[in-house]
């Protein structure tokens, strides 16, 4: 049985911007090379271990269609988290909203993959 997400696993065609992407958002990735590895960038983030490694140029499959994903980073503040994704080029395909979990919004990373940023808020109990 799973216990917990361990890895977020991330394939680029653009390292560069997808990099600079998600370490404007916040993310702290660092460059890594292991022996049998090329070159890529991760870090340890809430107990999973992220990576984005490079490849070939394809997109992310289309939204909401099979094969598609997304996932989601609990910000500090969504309004900086959204105006770092702007800074990056980053297309925002929700403006922040609230619900009653909290606000979130949704931008794409220069691969085409949704990301969920998002503000934890207490629950009443």
């Known amino acids: 049985m799973v ?6 696993i991330l394939f ?3 390292i560069e911007r997808t990099v600079a992407f998600y370490r404007e958002i916040g993310i702290p990735l660092e460059e890594e090379q292991h022996e049998d590895t090329p070159v890529h960038y991760a870090c340890e983030l ?23 994903e997304y996932f ?7 309004d900086e988290a959204v105006a770092a994704a702007r800074r990056t080029g980053a297309r925002i395909k929700q403006e922040p909203e609230e619900f009653p979990w ?5 931008v794409e990373d220069p691969d085409g993959r949704i990301v969920e940023l998002f ?4 629950q009443p109990k």
Not at 72 to 78: D, R, T
Not at 119 to 122: A, H, L, M, T
Request: cysteine-free; glycine content about 18%.
């Open 46 to 68: 809430g107990g999973v271990h992220m990576a984005i490694h490079e490849v070939g140029p394809d997109r992310a499959p289309r939204w909401r269609s099979g094969g598609s």
């Open 119 to 122: 503000e934890r808020r207490p």
């Open 102 to 106: 909290g606000p979130r919004a949704l």
């Open 12 to 14: 680029t065609g653009e």
């Open 3 to 8: 216990k917990e997400l361990g890895a977020l």
């Open 72 to 78: 989601g980073f609990a910000v500090a503040s969504l």
